[in-house]
């Protein structure tokens, strides 16, 4: 069953989503209710699975993760089995932030924060060489970042 969300959920969701740490008594005079109906809407949104997680956004650079990458991939077999045995090697990396099975002439596309270009090569090596069965890939370095958000827009 699906949550109806009304002006007030939506307007909290929009104020956690720029700043999940609010007290509750903030977000509770942000948007006019006693600070334990905010609550109780707050707990709704998590049970419900709107809000599926808070966490913090740490900055890459700050942790030694400067380089940001994109990777197009190729199977060479398909099938669920063949996505999801590729899928089980993916989510052993570190360095691989996000992973998406995707359409047109890739089948996985891959979002990298690395350290550096040996952590690439390395992971190449893991991810792309041998059996894992991956026919071809194509990385793009992103040199500059235009837009990086997490909030949705509601």
Request: aromatic share 4%; charged share 25%.
């Amino acid at each position: 069953m699906e949550l109806t969300l009304d002006k007030i959920d939506i307007k909290l969701l929009n104020l956690l989503q720029r700043d999940a740490s609010a007290t509750n008594a903030r977000l509770a005079d942000s948007v006019g209710l006693s600070p334990s109906s905010c609550l109780r809407r707050i707990r709704r949104l998590k049970a419900s699975g709107v809000i599926e997680r808070v966490v913090a956004i740490v900055n890459p650079a700050k942790t030694g993760r400067v380089l940001k990458a994109l990777v197009t991939v190729e199977l060479n077999r398909h099938g669920e089995q063949h996505m999801q045995r590729f899928f089980d090697l993916v989510r052993q990396e570190p360095a691989v932030a996000q992973a998406y099975a995707v359409t047109g002439d890739a089948d996985i596309a891959l979002q990298l924060r690395l350290r550096d270009m040996q952590e690439y090569d390395e992971l190449c090596q893991r991810l792309f060489q041998d059996q894992t069965n991956v026919a071809r890939y194509v990385t793009m370095m992103i040199i500059r970042t235009a837009k990086d958000e997490t909030a949705l827009p509601l």
